[in-house]
């Protein structure tokens, strides 16, 4: 019996693995992908894609502030970040769908569903704490996208700590986070049939914490880092703004003139030197 090696499972192909069949992978994830489905032990080719949709849920609405503390508003905390990690992504080459951009927006049921129709790559949440705390922490699905939703939550957790402190385990299980106003937010976003990750991004009613979020300029922050992560996550790399957008170096042929000739090199040097000092710092001498 001959035997296949995985050499290696993406994070984001691991769904379509299952009992007999196995995905290896010989390019890096992004695009296309020519993969081997081992398959009783049969080896087929296809593409593999990744759907680029990303699901970004912004905590609470126009009549729904969240948490308030020392003059800041929950609501208004994960809109700055929320667009800007939409921003993130979609420089990225993603697209995503979000359940409201200013104050409105619909009931988070209804853009739950419409999110799960969306089959999208990965989901998150934009909230704020209160009540006790300092620091991130974020949930994790609780069905069978939970490991998943561990590590995607681990990769921006990881990124967060260039901004903030860690809570004491700060990967939970969504079922353990309290539920204000009866929201069951563990069924919604197990809902989603992708990695998400629900965040807390620190504690509003917490002075120490809210120097990190006080104004929009590091609300963004959080935008960035939770990109950073859930990009990390899809094994996409990132691009620093600016990066690959500026034209590519034109395709030059050079044409090089001689401007003496000398038998004695010192002389040569001299003239080079002397080129060079007259705004022609490429002289040279063959
Ligand atoms: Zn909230």
Not at 136 to 155: D, K, P
Not at 219 to 234: E, H, I, N, P, W
């Amino acid at each position: 019996m001959k035997n296949y090696w995985i050499f290696s499972v993406p994070l984001w192909a691991r769904e379509h693995e299952s009992v007999n069949t196995r995905v290896a992978y010989a390019t890096k994830p992004g695009t296309k992908l020519v993969y081997s489905v081992i398959e009783y032990k049969k080896i087929t080719k296809g593409v593999l894609q990744m759907n680029k949709t990303i699901v970004i849920e912004i905590g609470h609405r126009a009549n729904d502030a969240g948490t308030v503390g020392g003059g800041l508003r929950e609501t208004d905390l994960a809109l700055a970040a929320g667009l800007e990690f939409k921003r993130q992504v979609e420089r990225h080459g993603f697209t995503t769908i979000l359940n409201r951009i200013e104050w409105a927006g619909e009931p988070l049921t209804e853009f739950y569903k419409k999110a799960a129709n969306a089959s999208p790559a990965a989901g998150i949440a934009f909230h704020w704490n209160a009540g006790g705390g300092n620091g991130f922490e974020c949930y994790t699905q609780t069905n069978g996208m939970h490991l998943r939703s561990i590590e995607l939550s681990s990769a921006i957790a990881d990124e967060m700590k260039a901004i903030t402190v860690m809570r004491p385990n700060p990967v939970r299980n969504c079922n353990t986070h309290p539920t204000p106003n009866g929201q069951n937010y563990t069924s919604l976003i197990n809902s989603v049939p992708a990695p998400f990750s629900y965040c807390e991004m620190g504690f509003i009613d917490n002075a120490t914490d809210r120097v990190r979020f006080d104004t929009i300029e590091k609300q963004k922050r959080y935008g960035v880092c939770a990109a950073k992560g859930v990009l990390k996550y899809l094994g996409v790399s990132w691009i620093e703004e600016g990066e690959g957008v500026q034209s590519p170096p034109a395709k030059s042929i050079l044409y090089r003139v001689q401007v003496g000739a000398f038998a004695d090199k010192s002389n040569a040097e001299k003239f080079r030197d002397e080129l060079r000092g007259k705004g022609y710092p490429d002289a040279f001498i063959v």
